[in-house]
């Protein structure tokens, strides 16, 4: 605990807190109530310092996701989930082709169970390993991998058969698609944007 201080605290906090917020974006789909999320994980994670491993973001997401769950329980209903366009390179913005398709990948996506969605953004999204992955769900290594794999083929089976104005949806071997059914590439953080937390239960 000597070395999990307030400077180890503001590094830690530093370094995620983007994470952490675009993580409640996607699924909130509401910038005030992710930071608030952030904020709380923070405070959690201030609080049980002795807690955290040395790769502190997925035990931070696996935070995320337990207040998140707290919250739609609380309220008896899933709040609307971030399209995935917000994953869209500034370059791609503009091209309608890109647009919808990743639209089309995004309804794909609400078709599938909470748990295929769950673990394909932590892939596609958050840029998570398998083993990260695991952790944030509290799974083994064996069981986030296979439900890799049973969601990556649930999403080719959607994506392959809902047809669209403009022809068949794109497979789940397109760009667009890869973002979510690809092999889980390293996990990569995020800028520093602030420093400071504030109190939450938990």
């Known amino acids: 605990m000597s070395d999990r201080g307030e400077a180890w605290f503001t590094a830690v906090y530093g370094h995620h807190y983007r994470d952490i917020v675009r993580y409640g974006i996607r699924r909130l789909a509401d910038v005030d109530q992710s930071a608030e ?8 994670a201030w609080r049980r ?10 035990w931070l ?12 329980r609380a309220q008896r209903v899933n709040p609307a989930v971030q399209p995935i366009t917000d ?3 500034r370059g791609q913005e503009d091209h309608p082709e890109s647009i919808a398709a990743l639209a089309e990948l995004n309804a794909a996506l609400a078709q599938l169970t909470d748990i295929d969605q769950e673990i394909l953004r932590l892939i596609g999204w958050e ?6 992955a695991a952790t944030v769900l509290g799974c083994s290594y064996t069981a986030a991998k296979v439900r890799m794999h049973r969601a990556r083929r649930r999403l080719a089976a959607v994506l392959s058969a809902a047809p669209t104005a ?3 949806i794109p497979s789940a071997t397109t760009p667009s698609a890869t973002a979510l059914a690809a092999t889980a590439p390293t996990a990569q953080p995020m800028p520093r944007l602030v420093k400071g937390t504030q109190h939450a239960r938990y």
Do not use: C, K
């Open 61 to 72: 997401y696996g935070v995320a996701r337990r207040l998140i769950a707290n919250h739609w």
């Open 166 to 168: 403009t022809g068949p």
């Open 87 to 89: 994953s869209l390179d």
């Open 37 to 44: 999320l952030a904020q709380e994980v923070f405070a959690v």
């Open 49 to 58: 310092r002795d807690q955290v491993p040395d790769n502190s973001l997925p």
């Open 127 to 132: 840029q998570l390993t398998l083993g990260e």
